[in-house]
């Protein structure tokens, strides 16, 4: 069964940082373009970041650029969202997702019904 193992999740003050890891079971990632979402209380699922097949694409939310860095480590078959200067609004569960594609570059994905597989969600709270 295809599935994600995420962790990473937990509460942290504002302007702190927390690293998701998303690991991949079952299937090789790199075949796979990979994309991270989250979703707050009583709010869509909404995009935050993807990466392409390659790795050589990505693309952010507006509201994340320049904290948010998402990465993949081929070895580990583990993607990871590096999340800094988090705020409250940053507050939600987040799922990893992946599908698999063809092309290494091809711009990635950041509609969730493009996705196939998904981590079942890790909270994040950034609360004082």
């Known amino acids: 069964q295809l599935q994600f193992v995420e962790s990473g999740g937990g509460l942290v003050q504002p302007g702190g940082s927390l690293r998701l890891s998303c690991t991949a079971s079952?299937?090789?990632?790199?075949?796979?373009?990979t994309g991270w979402f989250r979703q707050a209380p009583g709010k869509g699922r909404e995009a935050v970041s993807c990466?392409?097949?390659?790795?050589?694409?990505?693309n952010y939310a507006d509201s994340v650029k320049d904290r948010f860095s998402m990465s993949r480590d081929s070895n580990k078959n583990t993607v990871y969202l590096q999340m800094n200067s988090l705020k409250p609004e940053d507050t939600a569960v987040y799922y990893c997702?992946?599908?698999?594609?063809?092309?290494?570059?091809?711009?990635?994905?950041?509609?969730?019904?493009?996705?196939?597989?998904w981590g079942r969600g890790t909270q994040v709270t950034v609360s004082s």
């Open positions: 997702a992946a599908v698999p594609v063809s092309n290494l570059d091809d711009l990635c994905r950041t509609r969730p019904y493009e996705y196939k597989v």
């Open positions: 079952a299937f090789a990632l790199d075949y796979y373009a």
């Open positions: 990466l392409s097949r390659g790795g050589g694409r990505s």
